[in-house]
């Protein structure tokens, strides 16, 4: 099975612009999860996405958004970049809830690293 | 706001030494997981821990999550150098799926 993909790997942007990251999830999970990573804060939870609908959001601005698609891949967004939003972003894809567990089991892609300049 | 606080923050150690890593809340969890990243890559699941005093190994680690299921620990036994990478715990509140994630254990195992 294949696992997470997330592109692009890397990406350089500057003040001002605006990006879209892409995930493909584990096929057959329908639960896809974003994270943004910075060596200072750790992995914080941007937002949730089942069955193309955002079920959780983190606290970030409204600068970050998504969607997902009907296959289940989704899209985040980031506006009118900052110079803090230089960070790693990590997708993470879940089998939840079909699968009967109490807990949550995330697979992670290996993330898109952002350079904003 | 549930927290994750691990500690420590940073370990190096020579190959072969043991090592502990803890992961403390004041929060209670209904799991709590531990995942290692490696550089350039995602977190990779190891192991889920439900039940209050739960232990599970998984070959030289060893977790355990407190009878309270407000804490876990790592310990690895006979460190490698294969062991190197960031170590992230992550709880979720009592009818959530929601993760919180620690701000992990960077760990170096000089060969």
């Known amino acids: 099975k294949a696992g997470v993909t997330q592109t692009p790997r890397y990406l350089i942007k500057t003040r001002g612009q605006q990006v879209t990251l892409s995930c493909s999830p584990i096929s057959g999970h329908r639960s896809v999860s974003w994270y943004q990573q910075t060596p200072g804060q750790g992995l914080q939870f941007l937002f949730e996405?089942?069955?193309?609908?955002?079920?959780n959001k983190g606290n970030f601005p409204g600068r970050f958004s998504g969607r997902q698609f009907s296959n289940s891949r989704s899209e985040m967004n980031v506006s009118t970049l900052e110079l803090g939003d230089s960070a790693l972003y990590l997708c993470?894809?879940?089998?939840?809830?079909?699968?009967?567990?109490?807990?949550?089991?995330?697979?992670f892609g290996p993330g898109t690293r952002l350079t904003v300049l | 706001t549930q927290l994750l606080e691990q500690s420590p923050q940073f370990l190096s150690i020579q190959e072969g030494e043991n090592l502990t890593v803890y992961c403390n809340s004041s929060?209670?969890?209904?799991?709590l997981q531990w995942y290692r990243q490696e550089p350039g890559e995602g977190p990779v699941l190891l192991v889920t821990v439900v039940t209050g005093g739960e232990v599970k190994k998984l070959k030289r680690l060893t977790f355990q999550f407190g009878d309270a299921r407000k804490d876990s620990s790592l310990h690895i036994t006979a460190a490698q150098p294969g062991d190197t990478g960031l170590y992230l715990c992550a709880g979720a509140g009592a009818g959530s799926y929601q993760l919180t994630f620690g701000k992990g254990t960077k760990l170096s195992v000089i060969p």
């Open positions: 996405y089942f069955s193309e609908t955002q079920r």
């Open positions: 929060s209670v969890f209904s799991s």
């Open positions: 993470a894809s879940s089998s939840l809830p079909q699968t009967g567990l109490s807990y949550n089991e995330q697979f």
